[in-house]
T-cell receptor, first 114, second 117 residues
Framework: DTAVSQTPKYLVTQMGNDKSIKCEQN?????MYWYKQDSKKFLKIMFS???????INETVPNRFSPKSPDKAHLNLHINSLELGDSAVYFC?????????????FGSGTRLTVV | AQKITQTQPGMFVQEKEAVTLDCTYD???????LFWYKQPSSGEMIFLIY????DEQNATEGRYSLNFQKARKSANLVISASQLGDSAMYFC??????????????WGAGTKLIIKP
């Protein structure tokens, strides 16, 4: 199936731990994003990569570090997790110049920090 | 600054009725794009419809249409003949022009739509 795949779907971890979320797309898109959705359902961009190059790096703590080994993958590593990091994290991708097809989202990773 | 406003936090609609979800936007750009996404209770984000600022006709996709009124800066989503499966959060979003043509989306707060049988 062609899609944006995120793993894991659920992640429960203790404060202070380090965790990673993986994202892969097989759509041939050249741009990938990480979004954070808080408990009030508000979506906020965190990072954007275009052809493996970091383009957008919004004001997020430097405990969050994205890594794009190739243009089909964009992983998110989080160090020293805090309670406030609990949220749903979405990976998304798009193809430059083809906006009318929308941005394709992964199914989300629900991170709970206890 | 660019902004999306969805004034309806929640709506109840009878099954088979048409629904209009409001979205207004604010931008000084001449070229922009507007999107609607659906987020059911299962959590995934589903792309519904796109309207470009230069598109002369309102976008349509099956039961979804976008009532685009440029002068009023509104881009309302219309769902015809609503179904129980339409119950979900609906988000309006706008493409934010950013450097290197790598656009991000500016999101509204969402409208929770519940279809009553």
């Amino acid at each position: 199936d062609t899609a944006v795949s995120q793993t894991p779907k659920y992640l429960v971890t203790q404060m202070g731990n380090d965790k990673s979320i993986k994202c892969e797309q097989n759509l041939g898109h050249d741009t990938m994003y990480w979004y954070k959705q808080d408990s009030k359902k508000f979506l906020k961009i965190m990072f954007s990569y275009n052809n493996k190059e970091l383009i957008i790096n919004e004001t997020v703590p430097n405990r969050f570090s994205p890594k794009s080994p190739d243009k089909a993958h964009l992983n998110l590593h989080i160090n020293s997790l805090e309670l406030g990091d609990s949220a749903v994290y979405f990976c998304a991708s798009r193809l430059s110049g083809r906006e009318n097809y929308g941005y394709t989202f992964g199914s989300g990773t629900r991170l709970t920090v206890v | 600054a660019q902004k999306i406003t969805q004034t309806q936090p929640g709506m109840f609609v009878q099954e088979k009725e048409a629904v209009t979800l409001d979205c207004t936007y604010d931008t000084s750009d001449q070229s922009y794009g507007l999107f609607w996404y659906k987020q059911p209770s299962s959590g995934e984000m589903i792309f519904l419809i796109y309207q470009g600022s230069y598109d002369e006709q309102n976008a349509t996709e099956g039961r979804y249409s976008l009532n685009f009124q440029k002068a009023r800066k509104s881009a309302n989503l219309v769902i015809s003949a609503s179904q129980l499966g339409d119950s979900a959060m609906y988000f309006c979003a706008m493409r934010d022009t950013n450097m290197d043509s790598n656009y991000q989306l500016i999101w509204g707060a969402g409208t929770k739509l519940i279809i009553k049988p």
